[in-house]
């Protein structure tokens, strides 16, 4: 701690909370208890590492709370810091230790510790007050030391977890030799080197199946029923990623290499023993679900998931592709145990929008519909559609204000329906058609037949026409909000910070510029990144263009999550009368955000004038 220099005590302010809890006789005693110190630009006023005998209450100027090389919090006249250090552990956290630093000349204020504690055994009250805040700053701290516990987890290399021995037969082996070497081996599975240098899997379960079940003769070789095009991770690979490929592909184990030779097998039950105390427990618990009430318990978990995976530094588009499909298969089992099998074989359960892109993060509106086929009919429809809904709101899901939703009949159709709906966007567009195209344009298959959405996304594509005014009129929407510029001058200052709808300023204009572009190319990419590298490799975008979008996206995707993940869940007891907003206060942002922040709406502004030219909205 940088020695300040003593100076004349000005009046201490009482009017502020929770000092104005205290009688006239404390306040007196308090302020013949004060210390002042002055501290020049930049000065150190206070460090983790060092324990301090006073607690600070700002009476000029500003002092930033930094961790590292990033600004955690902002403190200016009246707010008080240093409880941690007076009463909590001392002990710094390495490179993201925090410092509190003058960000100009400051003037502060020193309660000593006797004179706080006398005070607060006096006035319990104020007691309650001052320590209720050092509790909540020791509630952040416990949250700290478990986000680095679970870093280390989530950071772990699958060489760290247990690795079944590959065991290897011959694919002229029969299936009772296969048995045996898995009796022997004590092991659940046999790979199996195929003709062909190809190698293949057979677990016990495909056993089970293939002799009791099917049938057939325990001397037929494993060759041919062995199955192939394994899902293979190298062992220096994190965990994290073994995780994200057995929930997307729904197995139960992955094949492990080492300079492309297999060295083991990592089962899902291996992983779990390594991550068995967090959240990423929810595909299993969704596997296993018998009613709404388990989807809503494991739907519950997934906030408090991307909550504990962003702490520990994890990329958003990871954490993207890992919700993306969490949320699918909470999706696709609630309409699998609402709907009877014959609903199932004829229609196709849908997600649009952000879900449908594959870039939701913490929940937002529901964005859905179903696909039936043509002729099928369900008496009993209206009420599963409404069910679905109504179980999705339980489980956080909030729903949609356009009411694009399964209980809305608009989005509950056959495939003739869609398509009839599909001609009117397309060729009598208005505002609202052009909105209800962008959403189905970005539609993904959750459950049922999934070719059904396949058709109508050929008949959607195969309507297109090379039409000027329909994909300028389509384009628009890209400059239908302001990207701001020139409100990063007084960004620490925080009476002038002003809130920046970032998903209007920058996230929106993005995603709907390259959707058009997209759209115009007849491309079937819903993902926005995705989009762009394709529109990048036909040329219909500058390829440092499309580099650099990709990584505003993810800036802004980012900066957007910071500023909501610490918002309770939506629909949740805390969050039930909170509205998602999307705004950002830059005057909030540590300087790298900032600084990229800055740059990322510069960039959009640029594309929004590639937009415009290239579809000659200014004309």
């Given at each position: 701690?940088?020695?300040?220099?003593?100076?004349?005590?000005?009046?201490?302010?009482?009017?502020?909370?929770?000092?104005?809890?205290?009688?006239?006789?404390?306040?007196?005693?308090?302020?013949?208890?004060?210390?002042?110190?002055?501290?020049?630009?930049e000065?150190?006023?206070?460090?983790?590492?060092?324990?301090?005998?006073?607690?600070?209450?700002?009476?000029?100027?500003?002092?930033?709370?930094?961790?590292?090389?990033?600004?955690?919090?902002?403190?200016?006249?009246?707010?008080?810091?240093?409880?941690?250090a007076?009463?909590g552990?001392?002990?710094?956290?390495?490179?993201?230790?925090?410092?509190?630093?003058?960000?100009?000349?400051?003037?502060?204020?020193?309660?000593?510790?006797?004179?706080?504690?006398?005070?607060?055994?006096?006035?319990?009250?104020?007691?309650?007050?001052?320590?209720?805040?050092?509790?909540q700053?020791?509630?952040?701290l416990?949250?700290?030391?478990s986000?680095?516990?679970?870093?280390?987890?989530?950071?772990?290399?699958?060489?760290?977890?247990?690795?079944?021995?590959?065991?290897?037969?011959?694919?002229?082996?029969?299936?009772?030799?296969?048995?045996?070497?898995?009796?022997?081996?004590?092991?659940?599975?046999?790979?199996?080197?195929?003709?062909d240098?190809?190698?293949?899997?057979?677990?016990?379960?495909?056993?089970?199946d293939?002799?009791?079940?099917?049938?057939?003769?325990?001397?037929?070789?494993?060759?041919?029923?062995?199955?192939?095009?394994?899902?293979?991770?190298?062992?220096?690979?994190?965990?994290?990623n073994?995780?994200?490929?057995?929930?997307?592909?729904?197995?139960?184990?992955?094949?492990?290499?080492?300079?492309?030779?297999?060295?083991?097998?990592?089962?899902?039950?291996?992983?779990?023993a390594?991550?068995?105390?967090?959240?990423?427990?929810?595909?299993?618990?969704?596997?296993?679900?018998?009613g709404?009430?388990?989807?809503?318990?494991?739907?519950?978990?997934?906030?408090?998931?991307?909550?504990?995976?962003?702490?520990?530094?994890?990329?958003?588009?990871?954490?993207?592709?890992?919700?993306?499909?969490?949320?699918?298969?909470?999706?696709?089992?609630?309409?699998?145990?609402?709907?009877?099998?014959?609903?199932?074989?004829?229609?196709?359960?849908?997600?649009?929008?952000?879900?449908?892109?594959?870039?939701?993060?913490?929940?937002?509106?529901?964005?859905?519909?179903?696909?039936?086929?043509?002729?099928?009919?369900?008496?009993d429809?209206?009420?599963?559609?409404?069910?679905?809904?109504?179980?999705?709101?339980?489980?956080?899901?909030?729903?949609c204000?356009?009411?694009?939703?399964?209980?809305?009949?608009?989005?509950?159709?056959?495939?003739?329906?869609?398509?009839?709906?599909?001609?009117?966007?397309?060729?009598?567009?208005?505002?609202?058609?052009?909105?209800?195209?962008?959403?189905?344009?970005?539609?993904?298959?959750?459950?049922?037949?999934?070719?059904?959405?396949?058709?109508?996304?050929?008949?959607?594509?195969?309507?297109?026409?090379?039409?000027?005014?329909?994909?300028?009129?389509?384009?628009?929407p890209?400059?239908?909000?302001?990207?701001?510029?020139?409100?990063?001058?007084?960004?620490?200052?925080?009476?002038?910070?002003e809130?920046?709808?970032?998903?209007?300023?920058?996230?929106?204009?993005?995603?709907?510029?390259?959707?058009?572009?997209?759209?115009?190319?007849?491309?079937?990419?819903?993902?926005?990144?995705?989009?762009?590298?394709?529109?990048?490799?036909?040329?219909?975008?500058?390829?440092?263009?499309?580099?650099?979008?990709?990584?505003?996206?993810?800036?802004?995707?980012?900066?957007?999550?910071?500023a909501?993940?610490?918002?309770?869940?939506?629909?949740?007891?805390?969050?039930?009368?909170?509205?998602i907003?999307?705004?950002?206060?830059?005057?909030?942002?540590?300087?790298?955000?900032?600084?990229?922040?800055?740059?990322?709406?510069?960039?959009?502004?640029?594309?929004?004038?590639?937009?415009?030219?290239?579809?000659?909205?200014?004309?």
């Open positions: 701690m940088q020695h300040a220099t003593p100076t004349a005590s000005p009046d201490f302010d009482f009017g502020r909370h929770p000092f104005d809890l205290l009688t006239a006789d404390q306040r007196a005693a308090l302020a013949g208890a004060l210390d002042i110190a002055l501290y020049p630009r000065a150190v006023i206070l460090c983790r590492e060092e324990p301090t005998d006073s607690l600070f209450v700002v009476l000029r100027g500003t002092v930033q709370e930094r961790r590292g090389g990033d600004v955690a919090a902002l403190h200016g006249p009246g707010d008080r810091f240093g409880l941690q007076l009463y552990s001392a002990g710094g956290d390495g490179a993201g230790a925090r410092r509190f630093v003058a960000v100009e000349e400051c003037v502060c204020h020193l309660i000593p510790r006797a004179a706080l504690e006398a005070l607060a055994a006096e006035n319990p009250a104020f007691g309650t007050a001052i320590l209720g805040d050092f509790a700053r020791m509630r952040d416990a949250a700290e030391r986000n680095r516990e679970m870093a280390a987890l989530t950071m772990a290399r699958i060489r760290q977890a247990y690795l079944h021995p590959p065991l290897f037969v011959e694919a002229a082996a029969s299936l009772r030799e296969a048995a045996e070497a898995m009796r022997q081996n004590r092991a659940s599975s046999v790979l199996v080197r195929g003709a240098g190809q190698t293949g899997i057979l677990t016990g379960t495909d056993l089970r293939l002799v009791v079940l099917d049938g057939r003769p325990v001397t037929d070789p494993v060759g041919p029923l062995a199955r192939y095009g394994l899902l293979t991770l190298d062992r220096d690979d994190l965990l994290f073994a995780l994200v490929l057995m929930t997307k592909h729904a197995v139960r184990r992955v094949v492990v290499t080492e300079n492309g030779a297999v060295v083991g097998l990592l089962g899902q039950s291996d992983l779990l390594v991550l068995s105390n967090h959240s990423q427990v929810i595909g299993v618990q969704v596997e296993h679900a018998t709404p009430d388990d989807l809503r318990r494991a739907s519950r978990s997934i906030v408090e998931l991307i909550r504990t995976l962003h702490a520990t530094g994890v990329k958003v588009s990871f954490i993207a592709d890992l919700v993306t499909e969490l949320n699918r298969r909470i999706f696709r089992k609630l309409f699998e145990l609402l709907a009877p099998p014959e609903l199932l074989a004829n229609s196709c359960l849908i997600v649009m929008g952000s879900e449908g892109r594959g870039e939701q993060l913490l929940k937002t509106d529901q964005d859905n519909g179903l696909i039936l086929r043509d002729g099928f009919d369900c008496p429809l209206p009420r599963i559609a409404a069910e679905f809904t109504r179980h999705l709101v339980e489980f956080g899901y909030p729903p204000p356009g009411n694009i939703m399964l209980s809305n009949p608009e989005w509950t159709r056959p495939l003739a329906g869609y398509k009839d709906a599909i001609f009117s966007w397309i060729h009598r567009p208005d505002e609202a058609a052009q909105m209800n195209l962008a959403i189905f344009y970005d539609a993904a298959p959750v459950a049922g037949d999934a070719t059904l959405l396949q058709d109508a996304k050929d008949y959607l594509l195969g309507r297109l026409q090379d039409n000027q005014m329909f994909f300028t009129q389509f384009a628009r890209t400059l239908s909000f302001d990207t701001p510029s020139g409100l990063f001058a007084a960004l620490f200052d925080r009476r002038r910070g809130p920046v709808d970032i998903k209007k300023a920058g996230i929106f204009p993005i995603v709907h510029g390259v959707r058009a572009l997209a759209l115009e190319k007849h491309r079937a990419e819903t993902n926005t990144v995705e989009r762009i590298q394709v529109l990048a490799e036909l040329g219909a975008l500058d390829r440092k263009m499309a580099g650099d979008l990709v990584e505003a996206f993810t800036i802004l995707s980012t900066i957007r999550l910071k909501r993940v610490d918002l309770p869940e939506p629909g949740s007891e805390e969050g039930a009368e909170l509205a907003d999307n705004l950002v206060y830059p005057d909030r942002l540590g300087k790298l955000d900032h600084d990229q922040f800055k740059d990322c709406l510069a960039l959009v502004k640029s594309f929004k004038e590639l937009i415009a030219h290239h579809f000659r909205l200014n004309h």
